[in-house]
């Protein structure tokens, strides 16, 4: 199978799962990414069965919209059951770096207020420790250069992803070579550098349940 092939399958996957918990008035948060859009594309095709979502990104709420599905903000919903994410490397606690697509920070937020969590992603996505992913750090524009060097101070290389702006008017820094054994720890460390607005480890809430996508099947794994 391809990389895309698997994709859809965990995506696919995600929807036979939630179908039979949605109900009138369901929320589900939506994740960005080809993964994400996979799910998004076959979520379509069960749109009668919830009220609507909640985007992490710009593009996410449109690829919804064009579908259909009502999109609505974070703060006019009282809560979501499901927030379904890929994910650029997941660990056997379901630990996560993400940010691939640089919606880490919106990414993170929706995954805060869910009530389920669920990660898909094919096989390559599968690692025992994080950090072979260069960690995308989303930081304030004019504290680039500082967080830059307070990341260097923790052992990593950061680089300037040239040319991407986040939705939230930001930019992203991707960290090479840092040595995460301790996710949870690494995560708040970053996130207390000033002018740090996130970071794409996901280990304070990681996901809840992962349908990992392999040329045998979909693996559930909790
Ligand atoms: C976007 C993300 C994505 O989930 C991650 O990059 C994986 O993307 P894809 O499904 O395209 O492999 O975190 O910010």
Not at 55 to 73: D, M, N, T, W
Not at 105 to 113: H, L, Q, S
Not at 184 to 201: A, C, S, Y
Request: aromatic content about 6%; overall charge negative.
């Amino acid at each position: 199978m391809t990389q895309d092939e698997l994709k859809l399958a965990s995506a696919r996957a995600a929807v036979d799962y939630i179908a039979p918990h949605l109900e009138t008035g369901s929320i589900i948060g939506i994740g960005t990414g080809s993964t994400a859009n996979f799910f998004i594309d076959h979520l379509s095709g069960i749109k009668g069965k919830f009220d609507g979502a909640v985007a992490s990104s710009e593009a996410s709420a449109e690829r919804l919209k064009s579908h259909g599905i009502p999109v609505y903000e974070l703060n006019c919903v009282d809560s979501i059951q499901f927030y379904v994410d890929g994910t650029d490397e997941v660990n056997p606690t379901l630990e996560l770096i993400k940010g691939g697509g640089a919606a880490l920070t919106r990414e993170k937020i929706v995954a805060a207020c869910a009530d389920l969590f669920i990660c898909i992603a094919d096989e390559s996505k599968w690692v025992e420790t994080l950090g072979a992913f260069p960690l995308p750090v989303e930081v304030i524009p004019m504290a680039r250069a500082l967080v830059a060097r307070e990341l260097v101070k923790l052992g990593g290389d950061p680089v300037y992803r040239q040319g991407v702006i986040t939705d939230n008017g930001n930019a992203i820094l991707d960290v090479y070579n840092l040595k995460i054994h301790q996710p949870i720890d690494l995560e708040e460390t970053i996130n207390n550098i000033t002018g740090v607005v996130t970071n794409g480890i996901f280990a304070r809430r990681p996901a809840d349940l992962l349908l990992l996508s392999t040329g045998t099947g979909v693996k559930n794994i909790t």
